[in-house]
């Protein structure tokens, strides 16, 4: 079954720094990677979405990287703001319909 | 606004209750999902529709019951429920399912279920 990790759980950064969040997963046979926002108390809003065959894609200030072989994807988060404030989830699609989301990061940016 | 609703927003049940949870997309997609987000742990995926149909069931007990009647509208009926099936409960929807191409899911705000 897959696994999918997410370090750290929490990170708190001062306004303006430039941060990575980092997203794991234990089988590389995926078809898509998707970047999530969750503001407290509320659904999950799409950031990004990468396909298998792609190494990044990239929104405004965010990038967002896939290195399927080793399981691995980070998400770029330049010239961070107050309002980047919330809970980042990365989530993958296996074989079928079948998607595994990690336990997310809490982002705080300090003003 | 994400184009999904979902209604209500807050549910508090006792175990012997019966409700339903709705939601409904006005994005044109043929797909729906439901998952479960309990607290620390990942979201789970419980059920997934494509064009009415469902395609997956994730063993998930028999008091969760989905309906699917169109497209546009996806319920989730609860009998019997137990303490621990206490979380949100967040709806999505997507252009369709598969893995042809890579369909981006848009969530609802969820439902928060607490069960007594």
């Known amino acids: 079954k897959q696994e999918v990790t997410q370090i750290p759980a929490a990170l708190s950064v001062p306004e303006g720094e430039n941060l990575v969040l980092n997203c794991s997963f234990t089988d590389s046979a995926i078809y898509n990677l998707q970047w999530f926002r969750q503001d407290p108390g509320k659904g999950l809003t799409s950031l990004l979405l990468i396909q298998s065959s792609q190494r990044e894609q990239t929104s405004g200030r965010l990038n967002a990287s896939l290195d399927k072989s080793s399981g691995r994807s980070t998400l770029y988060i330049a010239a961070s703001q107050p309002g980047d404030s919330a809970t980042y989830l990365c989530?993958?699609?296996?074989?079928?319909?079948?998607?595994?989301f990690g336990t997310g990061t809490s982002l705080t940016v300090i003003p | 606004e994400t184009g999904v609703t979902q209604t209500p927003r807050h549910l508090v049940m006792g175990m012997t209750n019966k409700k339903s949870l709705k939601c409904e997309q006005h994005?044109?997609?043929?797909?729906m999902y439901w998952y479960k987000q309990s607290a620390k742990k990942p979201l789970e995926l419980m059920f997934v529709?494509?064009?009415?149909?469902?395609?997956e069931n994730n063993s998930v007990p028999s008091r969760f019951s989905p309906e699917c009647p169109n497209s546009s509208h996806l319920f989730l009926h609860l009998h019997t429920l137990q303490p621990e099936d206490s979380a949100l409960y967040l709806c999505a929807s997507s252009q369709a399912t598969g893995t042809s191409f890579p369909y981006e899911q848009y969530f609802g705000p969820g439902t928060r279920l607490t069960v007594t």
């Open positions: 994005l044109g997609h043929n797909a």
């Open positions: 529709y494509n064009f009415k149909e469902q395609t």
């Open positions: 989530a993958v699609q296996n074989t079928g319909n079948q998607f595994y």
